[in-house]
Structures are given as structure tokens and as C-alpha cells.
């Protein structure tokens, strides 16, 4: 996996984008989107929380196509929890297990749980790179 300093947003529609989420729904069904890049993504793309909220309700905390080039990326429990760190690890192996699927050449990915979560990226790098290969681009501001 390659890490890089940037924007994540200048890499729509040439990258999967991936956006780190949480298994939280508001009261009418819609995924909650805090902060950092969840809450970017749901301000560019308006029907992203309804979107999420869906398969969430249906299949669980887990890592979702949603289309368009952008995949979800579980790495809280809840909208108040601590990222996870086995929540994270979890997620790493499932992107990569979709990625092989779907053949994607390029997914760019946040450094998970390391923004607003608090996370170490010392401790969160390990879990990554096991699953993560050359396709794989972590993004930091």
C-alpha cells in the first residue's frame, strides 16, 4: 500500500473513494455522518446517508458498494463509540475482498479511525497492510 498526503476528493472518478463510517441510523432510517470524510461525502452526494441507512438496516455494520465509485468503510460501532480496532481490521479484509471481486486497479482510503476517532496510525497501519496491496492508496491531510 502506498501513502500519500492530499485531498481524497481529487482522486473522484479515476479511484474507488472509501469513506470511514459507523453503524448508527437517525430516527428515520438514514445513516449518521458525523464528521471528517463521511460527513464530506454526505455533503456532496445528498442521498449518501438514505443510501447507507438502507444497508445498514439490512446486512449490518459492514463494507458497502454504494455505487458511483465510493465504498463505506465501517470503523465504529456506533456514532459515539471509539473506532475499533478489530472493527477496523474486519473492514480492511472486507474492501479487499470486494476489491478482487469488482477489480478495482486503484482504491484511495482515509487513514480509518485516525481523524476525529483518535486512533494511532501506528496501531491502525498493521491491521491495513496485511489486507492492503499496491492498489491500495491511505490518504492523509
Avoid at 19 to 37: E, H, K
Avoid at 54 to 63: C, T
Wanted: charged share 20%.
Amino acid at each position: 500500500m502506498l501513502e500519500i498526503v492530499g485531498d481524497i476528493w481529487a482522486y473522484a472518478g479515476t479511484a474507488v473513494l472509501v469513506i470511514t463510517t459507523n453503524g448508527s441510523l437517525t430516527r428515520d432510517g438514514r445513516a449518521v455522518m458525523g464528521r471528517g470524510v463521511a460527513q464530506q461525502a454526505a455533503d456532496r452526494y445528498p442521498r449518501l446517508a438514505e443510501i447507507i441507512g438502507g444497508m445498514l438496516a439490512e446486512q449490518g455494520n459492514h463494507v458497502f458498494d454504494l455505487g458511483g465509485g465510493i465504498v463505506s468503510f465501517p470503523v465504529e460501532e456506533t456514532a459515539w463509540s471509539l473506532p475499533d480496532l478489530k472493527l477496523i481490521s474486519r473492514s480492511a479484509r472486507e474492501l479487499r475482498h470486494l476489491a478482487d471481486h469488482n477489480g478495482w486497479a486503484r482504491i484511495v482510503v482515509p487513514r480509518p479511525g485516525c481523524g476525529g476517532g483518535g486512533q494511532v496510525w501506528q496501531e491502525v497501519r498493521p491491521l491495513l497492510a496485511r489486507w492492503f496491496d499496491e492498489r491500495f492508496t491511505i490518504i492523509s491531510r
